[in-house]
């Protein structure tokens, strides 16, 4: 969400779309590695400088051999992450929701003109949370990541506080959101309407929200 939705060009790595981990390599495990330039630095710098974590094959399916990324006859280059099984793009396909259909559909709101040649501005930037907001004309989303990993308590803000405006109240439609924010959350599927004023998201949670009136006074009306 936060690298396809500010401005710029977006930098994807294959299996960034699914969410595929690295796999981890070791000086113990020496004959898998292909890298063969991060043992001229040692161990002690090995682990920092080994590339073939995030080079492992694409996970495109559960049931063929090598993931479907090579036949049954073919080695691959490098051995798949061992997560290939659960994490692979036929499983994000089939479910109703997955890292791949969010990423589908923030490439599709990315083509929308507040993206693609509207404005951006930060709201707030903690360490714990970042928002910021893409607007032209009076079409106008913001866009609230909870930095926080799991075990934190949940984040509360005043969004109408923080982008300075005079209305009392201040609404956003849901348009899109991380996988675990769960359909009885209190934000909900998509298309429900969220008060700002008391706007709560749990530890790696992140959302993005449409605002159905055009703010008094927001922070950016002077450009």
Known sequence: MLLLLQSGTALIYYGD???????PFTLANSDEIVDITAFNYGEKYFDK??????RTPMQWTSQEANAGFTSSTVKPFLPLSDTWHELNV?????????HLKLFQQLVKLRQQAPFYGGYQKKVIATKELYA???WLDTNI???????????????INDFTKLLKCQNKELFGEVIARSCNILDDSL?????????LNNLILQSSEAI???????PS???FCQQ
């Open 141 to 155: 989303y913001l866009i609230v990541i909870n930095i926080n990993k799991k075990g934190h308590d949940p984040i």
């Open 17 to 23: 779309e699914i969410g595929m981990c690295d796999r």
């Open 208 to 214: 993005v929200l449409k605002l159905l009136t055009y």
């Open 90 to 98: 036929e499983q994000q396909q089939n479910a109703l929701r997955s």
């Open 217 to 219: 006074n927001i922070l």
């Open 132 to 134: 910021f907001i893409r």
């Open 187 to 195: 934000i909900g599927k998509e298309g429900n309407q969220i008060n």
């Open 49 to 54: 400088m080994i590339r073939d974590r995030q």
